[in-house]
Each structure stands twice: as C-alpha cells, then as structure tokens.
C-alpha cells in the first residue's frame, strides 16, 4: 500500500512524514511517501493533503501544480482513494473560503471557511494550543478516541459544514468550533494528528487501517 503526502509548497511535511511512516511501520500498512509527482499521486491507495497559511495562497498554489490538482481530484472522486486533510488542507475540501477574498474551494464537503469569532472576549484569536475533542458522530477514524482527548489547533478559521452530519467533531472556544470533518471516503482535520501525540497517532494509524 502507498500513501502519498501531498507537497505543493504550503506546509511544515517533516513532523507529518514522520509520524506516518512511524504508524505505517507500526502497523504495516505499506510506504509513505512526501511527493508532488501527479503520476505518484495518480497510483497511490491514500492520500494526505497538509496546509499551513491562508486559504487562498494554498488553493492557488494546489492549482498552480502541473497536473497536481487533476490528479488529486481524479483519485478522490473518480477512484474513490481515501483521503485525509489536514489544517489548511481540510479547509480546501469546502465549497468556498472567506479569508482576505472570497476563494473557491474543492467542493467536496458543502460549506464555507469563515473566521472564528468567540463568544467570550476574552479568548484571542488564533485557536492555538491544545483542546479536548468533543465527538458529534462515529467514524472508523475516531475507534478508540473519546470526548475530552486533545489536539493541537492554530488557526483563525474554521469549517462552517452546510450538512452538520458531516461534522464529525467540535472543540469548545468561545462556540463550537469544528474539529473534524468527513463524508464518503473523505476525512478532514483541522488539528495537527501530527503533533498531536498519542490521540493524534492513533488517528493516523486509524487512517492508514481505514477501508471505506
């Protein structure tokens, strides 16, 4: 089995592709690979999209790749891989994103990316540090996660999903904030799994495992 990390130049790829090959060694589910080959991502059985940054420089750089974003789009929604978006690149799977100018987005999960606007005053926004899950829906990504395990969050926006089924997973600040997404053979994360210790390898080792 092949996993394909997907690099187009728009996040931090070392503390992610290490803490896949570390799951996949752990649990032998095949190679891990950082690539931006759209031949590599054409044959791969999983794909990680990462993101760090603002939503529109990232859409613009995913679609600036030769062949990059047709072969992603071609595995997910013609071949069904299985695939998993992490940070900036969870907010790409949104119909639109509302930072700085309003940008279109992969369409895969009804919704907009809007700022996070607390209910308290208090709380400054990024969303950065550490906070406890709260489980909205069961996925085989969560098998062994519970409500009040942390990740780790920066971000000044968040998923607004259209369809709350699709939000799998909130986080209390100042509001619900959404945490996760999912539908189909798609899954989003707006934490880091990566730097997220053992609930954040336990989701990735969940991933690697999946079989929608």
Request: aromatic residues 8%; charged residues 20%.
């Amino acid at each position: 089995m092949l996993t394909a990390i997907i690099d187009y130049e728009s996040g931090n790829l070392h503390s992610a592709e290490k803490a896949f090959q570390r799951m996949a060694h752990e649990i032998g589910a095949g190679e891990v690979i950082v690539t931006s080959d759209p031949d590599r991502v054409a044959v791969a059985d999983r794909l990680v999209l990462p993101g760090d940054g603002a939503f529109p420089a990232c859409a613009a750089a995913l679609k600036g790749r030769s062949g990059l974003y047709e072969a992603l789009r071609e595995a997910v929604e013609t071949r069904a891989r299985p695939f998993l978006g992490i940070c900036v690149g969870m907010q790409l799977m949104a119909t639109r994103g509302h930072e700085y100018e309003e940008t279109d987005g992969l369409g895969w999960i009804g919704g907009d990316v809007v700022r996070i606007t607390p209910g308290d005053p208090a709380l400054k926004v990024p969303h950065m540090g550490w906070n406890d899950l709260v489980l909205d829906h069961p996925h085989p990504v969560l098998d062994g996660i519970s409500t009040g395990d942390h990740a780790y969050f920066v971000h000044s926006y968040h998923f607004r999903a259209t369809d709350p089924r699709q939000r799998l997973a909130h986080v209390d600040f100042g509001g619900a904030v959404t945490a996760m997404i999912g539908r189909d053979t798609m899954i989003g994360m707006q934490f880091h799994p990566e730097k997220s210790q053992a609930t954040g390898l336990r989701m990735i080792g969940n991933f690697l495992r999946w079989t929608p």
